[in-house]
């Protein structure tokens, strides 16, 4: 199994005509993902060829499911027309929509997260690289050559984070890899992906990543304590960010002791989620936590 994306999922791709959406849209078909059209109405009716897949152009998201069945969609529009890109596909009833685009202002993502929650649409992102499932689909920017298939479920707010991190566990493998991005309204959270995770029974450990910036980790913790009986393994970016700065995403600002890397990893380990100080511990500690749950220890 996996969470969110699977190999029945269809997928559709908004502004897969541009220069961006036309190299994730090659790179997901590689990876076995059922792209099964793209959205662009000034260039509705046409087919754009992939190798050996020729990829249906539709003029409307709704155009676009009521001829394949599409079921998720991944936005590779400019900044200026995501909130309309997400919010025309919540209106067709998409049932996940995976928002790569990075720089869209604060006050469109609150819009556009709020209306597609309203509609039943699960928001990945925005500013995130998507999500895989390894050996099934890929929708976003993810290497899918970088790991396999296995028992591990991933959340992470750093796209970076997330490709070493698979790639250091990667004789592991993974059922489901989340980049839930890093900006300051996202639609789907690590809470969301511990629940879908600690739900899924191909799911043995999960490994959480944040970074500064926020109280998401915090939060995070009181969830594991409450709800997850499953080994989470975590890992917190910017131990040496200095305080007061906003570093790198743009969710990423410390006040005081509030958002610092040390504080989240403080709320974590106290409900028994072991971080490492480097990713290469974390994947150490990982492989530590399988052998000892495999071992009944």
Not at 90 to 106: F, H, K, M, N, R
Not at 161 to 190: K, N
Not at 240 to 245: D, H, I, L, Q, R
């Amino acid at each position: 199994m996996a969470i969110y994306l699977t190999k029945e999922s269809k997928v559709l791709v908004q502004g897969m005509t541009g220069g961006e959406g036309m190299k994730h849209t090659r790179r997901m078909l590689a990876a076995g993902t059922d792209v099964v059209g793209g959205v662009n109405p000034r260039k509705a009716g046409r087919s754009v060829d992939f190798d050996d897949r020729a990829v249906p152009v539709f003029g409307s998201v709704r155009e676009g499911i009521e001829a394949t069945g599409a079921d998720v969609s991944v936005v590779f529009v400019p900044p200026a027309f995501a909130k309309a890109a997400v919010v025309e596909a919540a209106d067709a009833g998409i049932g996940l929509a995976v928002v790569i685009t990075e720089g869209i202002p604060v006050h469109d993502s609150v819009a556009f997260t709020t209306y597609a929650k309203g509609k039943g649409t699960r928001i990945v992102g925005p500013n995130c690289p998507g999500l895989i499932t390894p050996g099934q689909a890929n929708a976003g920017i993810i290497p899918a050559d970088i790991t396999k298939p296995g028992r591990i479920g991933l959340v992470s707010k750093s796209g970076t984070l997330t490709y070493q991190l698979m790639y250091e566990l990667r004789d592991i493998g993974f059922s489901t890899c989340v980049g839930i991005g890093g900006d300051p309204v996202v639609g789907t959270t690590h809470i969301d992906c511990l629940a879908a995770f600690q739900d899924d029974p191909d799911t043995e450990l999960i490994v959480l990543i944040g970074e500064i910036g926020g109280d998401a980790e915090e939060r995070a913790a009181a969830y594991v304590r409450d709800h997850v009986t499953k080994p989470v393994v975590g890992y917190i970016a910017g131990f040496t960010a200095p305080e007061g700065k906003t570093m790198g995403h743009a969710g990423a600002i410390v006040s005081g002791s509030s958002g610092t890397a040390r504080a989240k990893k403080e709320a974590l380990e106290a409900v028994g989620v072991q971080v490492g100080d480097t990713p290469t511990e974390t994947a150490r500690l990982v492989l530590a936590r399988l052998e000892a749950s495999r071992s009944g220890t």
